[in-house]
């Protein structure tokens, strides 16, 4: 076959169609087969005791079934968090996913934490899965060329870090895809203002706002555009008032109707998660391990979040993202400066939705760096505006494609988006299933001096299953922890048969045979006796991926 034929053959709509259903199918398959592979994460424990806790408070309110509710009370009470909960502690957290996971859990009959755990870990995947569909869309619908669908929808699923943490993440991953279900819909309205597109936008940026109350950026970012079309033509708003209307009146009943936490004082509720989100007190004495020094986690520098996307991006990407910024910042500036009646802000529906992406990029980065929020493990409280990112970088590639002067180095571009599908392809072959300490190759070599590593503890698991099939001699292995990580909580995830190997294991433990670190600390490690490894102690066990240490044991000789 010539390469006229290949040509004709990879133009035919129905072999792209074909190409697009394998590529969901395998990522699908794959995400199948290796959503058992992660450890638990810190939270986690936390997050299923709230999902508990809103369940029961469901049954009480809907259900005459007292012997189930006393059930459910029983197994809630035996979760390290329900005393927390109970006291009135952090109720305000969103409810949606991790109740559906609570009643998922009843329904299949699931007592065992470990396969609760992995229930989870299947579900914040298939979440993932659906928003890799949508944002597939969004791409398609905006250049309508299947090459750029299927490559940056790669992009989106396959950059190291987002993808490990599609797989136990079930706050920032969920949030991050009920956004881009949001966008989806905003973005439909903008090309036809329809009750049933308003309706799916309301109902999705309401479970949104549920999940994190940053949601409520997506309906304020929304009704702004509708304002300013309406501004530009006075005909549109009298034509759409009622549907105008519909959107004022769903979005908030849906908020209201799918948070218990709100029925009882809706505003005054409402109010305080938007203050306690925006002012989140850290644990006394938290400290950020940030460019290689110490910071309190509520009072960082106002650049960590720009470093934290810069070095846990690809390079490639890095650089057609911040074409894409670069072009649709300085194009909306222009439009904004040209700004009359004669000249609109946007003359195509691809302005105004290159536009609402750009802003939803930099407007929570903008109110992180103004209200100075408490921020730590990195990103992940802003990983929703990740499909923003990938969405700016589909524009760069665009751009250097149609620029005249980059013209002759077309085939050099083309060449660049492949290496960075291959290059993401390898790093997380490479990293497995520690795709989440994941730092690009300006930094790899330097990242365990400058930055935390594995703050959530996701690579606990394997030292414990180390120790429990390389030193378990009959006597129950205790283990002093010399770092900042609940490593009883990693206990829930291992095999039956291991678990009860482990007992003692905490900062305070004196003289222990087995020392712990994964350097995740609290407070600078220098000024702290409690993480000191004692001369004594040997190293016998490092968890290592590329370059970096995701912690190590200690024997005492």
């Known amino acids: 076959m010539n390469l006229n034929n290949y040509l004709k053959l990879l133009s035919n709509s129905r072999f792209q169609q074909i190409i697009t259903i394998f590529f969901f199918i395998l990522f699908f398959v794959i995400g199948l087969n290796i959503y058992k592979d992660y450890g638990l994460s810190n939270d986690e424990p936390f997050q299923r005791s709230v999902g508990y806790f809103w369940y029961i408070h469901l049954l009480e309110n809907f259900s005459n079934n007292v012997e189930i509710i006393n059930e459910i009370k029983q197994k809630f009470q035996s979760m390290y968090w329900s005393n927390y909960l109970n006291e009135g502690n952090l109720n305000q957290y969103g409810i949606l996913f991790d109740t559906l996971a609570a009643i998922l859990e009843e329904l299949f009959n699931i007592n065992e934490n470990r396969e609760a755990f992995f229930l989870k870990h299947f579900l914040t995947f298939l979440f993932f899965f659906i928003s890799s569909i949508f944002f597939y869309k969004i791409i398609s619908e905006r250049y309508n060329n299947n090459f750029f669908s299927i490559a940056f929808t790669f992009i989106y699923i396959s950059s190291p870090r987002i993808f490990a943490e599609s797989f136990y993440n079930c706050k920032d991953i969920v949030f991050m895809a009920f956004c881009v279900y949001s966008i989806y819909f905003a973005l439909k309205n903008f090309k036809s203002l329809t009750y049933k597109n308003l309706f799916l936008f309301s109902l999705f940026t309401a479970f949104a706002t549920n999940i994190r109350i940053m949601g409520i950026i997506l309906f304020l970012l929304f009704f702004i555009f509708l304002l300013l079309d309406c501004l530009e033509n006075k005909n549109l708003f009298r034509k759409n008032i009622f549907r105008i209307l519909f959107l004022l009146f769903s979005f908030p009943i849906f908020v209201y109707l799918f948070w218990p936490f709100l029925w009882n004082a809706p505003i005054d509720n409402f109010l305080f998660t938007i203050k306690s989100s925006a002012n989140f007190k850290s644990f006394p004495g938290q400290g950020i391990l940030y460019l290689g020094s110490y910071y309190d986690a509520s009072n960082l520098p106002w650049h960590y979040i720009p470093v934290w996307i810069l070095i846990t991006t690809p390079i490639i990407l890095i650089l057609f993202f911040s074409s894409g910024l670069i072009t649709t910042s300085t194009f909306l500036f222009q439009k904004i400066l040209n700004l009359s009646e004669k000249n609109k802000l946007w003359n ?24 100075n929020s408490t921020l730590y493990g990195g990103w992940r409280h802003l990983y929703f505006i990740y499909p923003c990112l990938v969405y700016l970088s589909a524009i760069g590639f665009d751009y250097v494609l149609r620029n005249n002067t980059l013209n002759k180095f077309k085939n050099i571009f083309y060449i660049l988006i492949f290496f960075l599908l291959l290059n993401n392809i390898y790093n997380c072959v490479r990293f497995h299933p520690f795709q989440n300490v994941y730092f690009n190759y300006l930094f790899e070599k330097k990242a365990n001096n400058l930055f935390e590593i594995d703050f959530w503890g996701l690579g606990n698991i394997k030292a414990l299953e180390y120790l429990a099939k390389e030193k378990y001699k009959g006597e129950k292995i205790q283990i002093k922890v010399s770092s900042y990580t609940p490593l009883k909580y990693s206990k829930l995830i291992l095999d039956k048969n291991l678990r009860e190997i482990f007992s ?3 900062t305070s433990n004196e003289n222990q045979k087995f020392v712990f670190t994964n350097y995740t600390f609290e407070s600078n490690p220098k000024f702290e006796k409690k993480y000191f490894i004692p001369e004594n102690y040997d190293k016998i066990y490092s968890l290592k991926r590329g370059g970096i240490i995701i912690n190590e044991l200690f024997e005492k000789n």
Request: net charge negative; charged share 20%; aromatic share 18%.
């Open 504 to 506: 003692d294991m905490n």
């Open 348 to 371: 195509t529906s691809n302005e105004k939705k290159d536009f609402f992406m750009l802003l939803f990029f930099l407007i929570p980065i903008f109110l992180v760096i103004l209200l």
